[in-house]
């Protein structure tokens, strides 16, 4: 069993309740600290660090050499994350409802003019129900001109394979335990380039492994 726990409550009843955590991330950084505090809560109750299950949630795409992250590509396997933080925004500014996903500050512009948008969703009583259409799943054709380059390399996990390599590397030397990747609706060939970064991933820490040696790096 996993919690998908974002706030400090969440995180006490999952240590507590000795279960799995889940963790939505769109950058490395903060995918870090929020482990952290997870790890601190964990600790908190008494359990062994080593024994918390974490799990790194994302959406993204593997880009090929020169593919911007705005591709149709990468639109359609890591838009609808990018598209959450617009939806967030909304959610805050309209509802007043709490915001787990704060835009980075250099798509502040971005989100400012899709909060406008929101605000004209119909019903005007339930705007929510336009805000959450195709969340997670795809992106709505209102939703694509603030789905920016910008917007999708700074929420998802959208690079090179090399890139990739070297987040989810930090990931887990930070101490989550599995990377798992959402394959939105449409896109399933998607699985054939995440399981060549995972291919990628084993052979370079076979080969590091191998040069190292068993005397820890003389052999």
């Known amino acids: 069993m996993h919690i998908s726990a974002y706030g ?3 995180r006490t009843l999952t240590a507590k309740l000795g279960t799995g955590w889940l963790n939505f991330i769109g950058d490395v950084a903060t995918g870090i600290r929020a482990l952290h505090e997870m790890q601190a809560a964990w600790q908190a109750a008494g359990r062994v660090r ?6 790194a949630f994302a959406l993204g795409c593997v880009l090929a050499p020169g593919e911007s992250c705005n591709s149709p ?3 359609a396997q890591a838009g609808p994350r ?4 617009l939806l967030r925004a909304a959610d805050e500014a309209i509802a007043g409802l709490p915001n787990a996903t704060p835009p980075h500050p250099s798509v502040a512009t971005t989100v400012r003019g899709y909060v406008d948008l929101a605000r004209t969703f119909e019903p005007a009583d339930a705007p929510y129900l336009s805000n959450h259409r195709g969340h997670l799943m795809f992106v709505k054709p209102e939703e694509r001109p603030f789905v920016t380059a910008e ?3 700074t929420t998802s996990f959208t690079a090179t394979e090399p890139e990739l390599i070297d987040r989810i590397r930090s990931m887990r030397d930070a101490g989550y335990t599995q990377f798992t990747v959402q394959i939105v609706p ?4 998607a699985i054939e380039d995440w399981a060549r970064v995972k291919r990628s991933m084993e052979t370079t820490e076979s080969a590091r492994g191998a040069a190292s040696g068993p005397d820890g790096g003389r052999g």
Request: charged fraction near 20%; hydrophobic fraction near 45%.
């Open 50 to 55: 080593s024994d918390l299950s974490a799990t």
């Open 8 to 10: 400090p409550r969440g």
């Open 73 to 75: 590509r990468a639109m």
């Open 186 to 189: 449409g896109q399933e060939q």
């Open 82 to 85: 990018a598209a959450v933080v």
């Open 151 to 153: 917007l999708i390399r």
